[in-house]
């Protein structure tokens, strides 16, 4: 059926009728008067004092929607009753009409878009009967509901195929499985049910021709999207997973050979030790007997053929404990090590002298050759696990996000 143009019998406007024979009203753009088309056009209310909602939206504006062109022929604004959601929340449906896929939803608020259409289909579950986060099937897929609340009518422009008016309640109970939704809607005389599916803002505003485009709100129909975290996320995975399994092999088989074990209990000590494999690294694990106090260390090794030093270290050692209110603590550690590598194979001495000589201080020193160290792969390990958090911290905020509402209404 081609458009029509009729007269408005309030102001005697003109006005334009596209949306076909499913229309039941249409709201006058001059007068705001909501005319009944089964009625001979008689004024079911009026909207004349009332101000166009802030959308980028008007009707007769056309654009393609999954492919599909349509054209905006209504508008119905609401709101949300406070007591129900954190503030007022505002949206406008606007409905849109195609020539061969008949009527739309297009939902907008705050830059956030929702596509609907009224579903035939029924869940597997009454959604009446819900609690939030119970989980149902819909179409093959698994929803969880959303939330419940009432919101009333504020504005009507264009045509429809119902009859909306100003103060106008629905019950609305939505449920998600993003970027899908599914809307249960109860007004005073009929019940119905909405599929739903989340829009891409970008996409529609460039078909519609929107040149102003506001900051998109929050909408619990769009998809987590992190694709640049989640992807690092899963190399992170597979990163820590090998850097642990690494860790895992060195531990346990290249810790290294003991080959040479001394202890050191006066001022001044040395020990004679002979290198195999000079191509790895010697560890040197030195280990105490501290208690409650502290020791410095000079460590030198030295070749016993040419006399050259070929590493020193200077090492302070303390360890401290105690208990207080009712907890044991601690402090530093009793040990240390130090790592070193030479040129080649032969006899070496270890020195050790401790300046501040402690008496009751005694030092063992083990001599490890054939040493591989995880230093570098326990760094990559936290490093990978650092990469997942990032992601697991978005997820946790974004879950936050959306199941902010159920802490709100307990507050309540």
């Known amino acids: ?51 166009l909602p802030r959308t980028p939206f008007r009707l007769g504006m056309s654009g393609k929607i999954k492919g599909v ?10 709101s949300c009753i406070k007591g129900v959601t954190s503030g007022e929340d505002t949206w406008t449906d606007f409905m849109l009409h195609s020539s061969t896929h008949g009527y739309a939803w297009l939902s907008y ?13 029924l869940p597997s579950k009454n959604l009446l009967n819900l609690e939030p986060k119970a989980k149902f099937k819909f179409v093959g897929r698994d929803y969880q509901f959303y939330e419940r609340y009432v919101a009333y009518i504020t504005f009507v422009q264009g045509e429809l195929t119902w009859i909306a008016k100003k103060g106008d309640s629905t019950l609305f109970y939505e449920s998600i499985s993003p970027p899908f939704g599914l809307s249960y809607e109860k007004t005073k005389n009929e019940t119905e049910y909405f599929s739903s599916e989340y829009l891409e803002p970008q996409e529609v505003y ?42 895992v092999v060195i531990s346990l088989f290249f810790s290294g050979s003991k080959i040479a074990k001394g202890h050191f209990a006066s001022k001044k000590s040395e020990m004679i030790f002979h290198i195999n494999n000079p191509s790895h690294l010697v560890e040197l694990d030195i280990n105490t007997n501290l208690s409650n106090d502290w020791i410095y260390l000079d460590v030198s ?21 105690g208990y207080e209110g009712g907890e044991s603590w601690s402090e530093g550690s009793k040990d240390a090590q130090a790592y070193f590598k030479v040129k080649n194979e032969g006899d070496y001495i270890l020195k050790l002298d401790r300046p501040e000589y402690h008496r009751n201080t005694s030092t063992n020193v083990n001599v490890n050759e054939n040493v591989v160290r995880s230093y570098y792969f326990v760094a990559l390990f936290i490093f990978s696990i650092a990469g997942m958090l990032v992601y697991i911290i978005q997820y946790a905020s974004h879950h936050t996000k959306l199941w902010k509402h159920l802490d709100e209404d307990d507050d309540d």
């Open 1 to 51: 059926m081609s458009a029509y143009a009729i007269s408005c019998p309030n102001c005697g406007g003109s006005l334009e009728v596209i949306g076909g024979r499913q229309i039941v009203t249409i709201t006058c753009r001059y007068c705001g008067s909501v005319l009944d088309m089964n009625d001979e056009y008689s004024v079911l209310s009026k909207f004349s004092k009332v101000s």
């Open 69 to 78: 062109r349509f054209t905006i022929i209504g508008m119905v604004t609401y």
């Open 109 to 121: 608020e705050e830059g956030s878009l929702m596509f609907s259409r009224r579903s035939r289909s």
């Open 206 to 247: 460039s078909s519609f021709k929107v040149k102003s485009i506001e900051n998109e709100k929050f909408n619990p129909l769009k998809p987590f999207e992190a694709s640049k975290s989640k992807a690092f996320a899963k190399v992170s995975l597979y990163t820590a997973i090998l850097s642990l399994a690494i860790i």
């Open 301 to 321: 090794v030295v070749d016993a053929k040419t006399k050259e030093e070929v590493y020193a270290l200077g090492k302070e050692v303390s360890y401290y404990h």
